[in-house]
């Protein structure tokens, strides 16, 4: 079983449609994280929850919305999204400061298209 | 502003040629520096850091990147490349901490072809 497991792992839908992505991680960990990643584009940092509560929110507009219920599940709930929106999205996740140096965990990733 | 900048997007290198991918950093503090790769629909994986200590990090595959005070680069090389290491990589650095988790700022990343 893999560290940190993305579903779906592929996702298409319209723009008035609602949908949720969801992340697991197997590993333990305190803190889980949500990045775009868009071609050609630098890796961009959307959302980190640390022990379950949102310390990181990068001005991400207000059609994309976490859920972290608990340290080992994350969501990001999908909605009224534009087409420019279409990416993969990634989750990861570390461990507590306290036993870390730095690395991040990344699952497989959500590819979504947004018609 | 803390950044990473990878100046190539793309390398080409044949097979059993040693190879470089670069990267430049600007951060306040000590550089935590990571190196990641991503193959076709994947996610991001882990393959080395530097922290404190030798200047020369091994790491996964065959793997090694060189920390450069004086010229904030951190550069990711191998001495024999193979096919299968043609993929996307990723340099990062930790740009702070706080709130018990990192913050990484990633490059652009470079795409790595390497030719039989």
């Known amino acids: 079983e893999t560290g940190v497991t993305q579903t779906p792992r592929h996702l298409v839908m319209g723009m008035t449609n609602k949908k949720s992505l969801k992340c697991e991680q197997h590993?333990?960990?305190?803190?889980m994280y949500w990045y775009k990643q868009s071609a050609k584009k630098p890796l961009e940092l959307m959302f980190v929850?640390?022990?379950?509560?949102?310390?990181e929110n990068n001005s991400v507009p207000s059609r994309f919305s976490p859920e972290c219920p608990n340290s080992s599940h994350l969501f990001l709930h999908l909605h009224t999204l534009q087409p420019e929106d279409s990416a993969l999205y990634l989750c990861a996740s570390s461990q507590d400061l306290g036993y870390n140096t730095g690395e991040l965990f990344f699952g497989e990733g959500s590819r979504l298209t947004v018609l | 502003a803390q950044s990473v900048a990878q100046p190539e997007d793309q390398v080409n290198v044949a097979e059993g040629n040693p190879l470089t991918v670069k990267c430049t950093y600007s951060v306040s503090g000590n550089p935590y520096l990571f190196w990641y790769v991503q193959y076709p629909n994947r996610g991001l994986q882990f393959l080395l850091k530097y922290i404190t200590g030798d200047n020369l990090v091994k790491g996964s595959y065959g793997f090694e990147a060189e920390f450069n005070k004086s010229q904030t680069s951190f550069h990711l090389k191998k001495p024999s490349a193979l096919v299968s290491d043609s993929a996307l990589y990723f340099c990062?650095?930790?740009?702070?901490?706080?709130?018990?988790?990192?913050?990484?700022?990633f490059g652009a990343g470079t795409r790595l072809a390497v030719h039989p």
């Open positions: 990062a650095v930790r740009a702070g901490v706080s709130g018990g988790y990192n913050k990484l700022i």
């Open positions: 590993l333990g960990h305190n803190a």
């Open positions: 929850y640390s022990l379950e509560e949102r310390v």
